[in-house]
């Protein structure tokens, strides 16, 4: 089991040093005469002691196991993922369909039939945005 | 009587058509997002944000400023028909519903309803008030000041919101570090790029927003079970003489504790919310009941989120800084339709300021027609399962991201920061404070440069001037005090046992 409390300092910390890492790469300057690195260097160094407190101080409150699900998120993610591919080589009412189907199946009741309701009422949605509204649509 | 005649001149500028239409619009919008899960103000207030280019902005503003106010009105009768708040409602479920599983929505909505008007009215008014005056205020902030008033800020808004300083703070400082990605202004070399083309622009607000309150809460909203309420859809909204009679002293002291929370640095609705439901647990005559379905329970706290929800305006409008999430989307709105808020704003565009704090009390009076009387249609709105519903949220976000540039790679960037919020979210990280980190750190390194250079990079300013002095001092002291009642609470802990 992982601990929720200690893994949040410790992702937040990661985050730091991403930036706190890449941060001497560019001109640091004197405080006098700060350059591009110098502000990224305190805000991540700041955060890495902040995220360090976080670490420390769940060594002494009550262990909360994590709770992270990897189905739903990457359900979504791939639906987002494949919209943007197939409006791109296909077009948008194909990508919205494929959208609507991946994405309908992270919910605990799908059905075929609504999810194709679900899909033909937003390609009317964004037909009307696209001749209605005159926004920028690839549609087909 | 300056204030009546600038009231009137925002009249004349609110009650166009096409304003009226707008603010209307933004009202719809706004008590709809505020009904549904998944899709809050700050999430729609973005990816409505690239289609407002082509409006006047004072009528992108009344709009967007509709979808807020207009959200905490929807959100409240979702917490107390459904127990379900989305955006920030969070003390309505607990007398609100109460009421409900007694079987008195309809008193509970009215009262809700009601109280929220009262409370945005008082809210204008001090608004319209205050809002010039403190202009001036802002003359006297330097560089020191304002990133002193930024550091401050970033506390209050993390114990406010997360109710732990550490963790809000550390995702203020966490949305800072992602303002930072893309082209240095000052100097244009590349920060934290990774050579991918389109971070050069940096990472679009819109973007973040969407990602981290759209996708991330879809997808939370997907892990949980769907619940059911006993609300049975029938209700009887006109309450009887005696409840009118105790509702409005409660909505009168919900519209204090609101309008003066709402203008603190950190404030807003959630706050406002627990001062007055704890105001009226010590004050109400009544106060034996509350918790219990009381309505003060209901009418206090809905004129205090209200209220708050009006008068945050205040240090964006006459400072120019945003106190809170919402608010910096707000400044990010001004100033992408050329305005730049602050003590200027309201002499160089009057029309803008008066017209929008006027559409404030026009869009009030649309939300109790919406509220009250036609409440029964909105009730519907819960008929639709959140299965049917969160494939059509996830395809605005597609069209919304792509809106900013018509470009289908910026869905992308929103699909990471997604999954960037989602892992906030599960490592109970509030995304809230990102959002203003995000909007605030640009502002905040260029006043933190500027500062260095002119005080030849000592840091004794921040402590020998006296507004910031002040400012860090009580940032320090709020850390002494998390400390020690960290430290007392673990030694009562150990005796304990």
């Known amino acids: ?140 | 009587m300056e204030i009546v005649d600038n009231l009137v001149f925002g009249f004349s500028h609110a009650l166009t058509l096409q304003n009226l239409l707008l603010c209307a619009l933004g009202c719809v919008v706004g008590m709809l997002v505020g009904l549904l899960p998944g899709l809050g103000p700050l999430a729609t207030i973005s990816l409505l944000l690239p289609l407002t280019f082509s409006l006047p902005p004072t009528g992108a503003l009344i709009m967007l400023a509709g979808i807020y106010y207009g959200a905490q009105y929807g959100d409240n009768v979702s917490a107390i028909t459904m127990k379900i708040p989305h955006a920030s409602s969070i003390v309505a479920c607990i007398d609100g519903y109460q009421m409900t599983l007694k079987g008195k929505t309809g008193v509970a909505l009215f009262a809700a309803g009601v109280s929220s008007f009262i409370g945005g009215t008082v809210a204008i008014i001090v608004l319209a008030w205050l809002a010039p005056a403190l202009s001036n205020v802002a003359l006297l902030f330097g560089p020191v000041e304002y990133c002193a008033l930024v550091l401050f800020g970033f506390v209050c808004v993390s114990f406010v919101t997360t109710g732990n300083v550490l963790d809000g703070l550390a995702m203020c400082l966490v949305g800072v570090l992602l303002g930072q990605i893309g082209t240095d202004v000052e100097t244009g070399s590349q920060r934290f790029t990774m050579n991918i083309q389109s971070l050069y622009d940096g990472v679009h607000l819109v973007s973040l927003a969407l990602g981290c309150f759209g996708i991330a809460e879809i997808t939370k909203n997907l892990d949980n079970k769907e619940q059911r309420s006993p609300f049975n859809g029938t209700i009887k909204l006109i309450p009887t003489w005696l409840e009118l009679k105790r509702m409005f002293p409660s909505a009168l002291r919900g519209s204090i504790v609101g309008s003066v929370l709402g203008i603190m640095p950190g404030g807003g609705p959630v706050i406002a919310q627990f001062a007055a439901y704890a105001v009226d647990k010590k004050f109400s005559k009544y106060r034996d009941e509350i918790g219990q379905g009381a309505i003060e329970g209901v009418a206090g706290q809905a004129a205090a989120d209200e209220a708050a929800a009006r008068t945050s305006f205040i240090p964006l409008m006459s400072l120019g800084i945003p106190e809170n999430a919402v608010m910096a989307l707000m400044m990010a709105a001004f100033i992408i339709n050329g305005v730049q808020p602050g003590p200027a704003m309201i002499k160089k565009h009057p029309e803008l300021f008066w017209g929008l704090v006027a559409s404030m009390w026009i869009g009030n009076c649309f939300l109790l027609l919406l509220n009250v009387p036609l409440v029964r249609i909105w009730l519907s709105v819960f008929k639709i399962k959140y299965s049917s519903l969160f494939p059509a949220i996830l395809f605005f976000c597609c069209v919304g991201t792509y809106s900013i540039a018509n470009n289908l790679h910026d869905i992308y960037a929103t699909a990471t920061l997604g999954v960037l919020g989602y892992v906030f979210l599960r490592f109970k990280l509030d995304p809230a404070p990102l959002v203003l980190g995000f909007i605030l750190g640009p502002m905040l390194e260029e006043n933190f440069r500027r500062a260095m250079v002119i005080n030849r990079g000592s840091f004794a300013a921040f402590v020998t001037r006296p507004i910031s002095a002040v400012l860090v001092g009580m940032v320090f002291l709020f850390f002494t005090w998390q400390l020690v009642s960290f430290v007392r609470d673990q030694r009562k802990a150990r005796t304990t046992k």
């Open chain 1, 1 to 140: 089991m992982i601990n929720q409390n200690s893994a949040r300092g410790l992702l937040l910390a990661a985050v730091a040093l991403f930036f706190l890492l890449q941060a001497p790469g560019y001109t640091i300057g004197s405080l006098s005469r700060p350059g591009p690195g110098l502000f990224p260097l305190l805000v991540s160094g700041l955060l890495l002691l902040v995220s360090l407190a976080i670490f420390v101080r769940s060594r002494f409150i009550e262990v909360v196991p994590l709770d992270f699900r990897i189905r739903n998120i990457a359900l979504v993610t791939a639906s987002l993922v494949s919209f943007a591919l197939v409006s791109e080589f296909v077009n948008m009412l194909a990508g919205i369909a494929v959208m609507v189907t991946m994405a309908s199946l992270a919910s605990d009741d799908f059905s075929i039939p609504r999810t194709a309701t679900i899909a033909v009422a937003l390609c009317l949605v964004a037909v009307a945005m696209k001749k209605g509204l005159g926004v920028q649509l690839p549609l087909w």
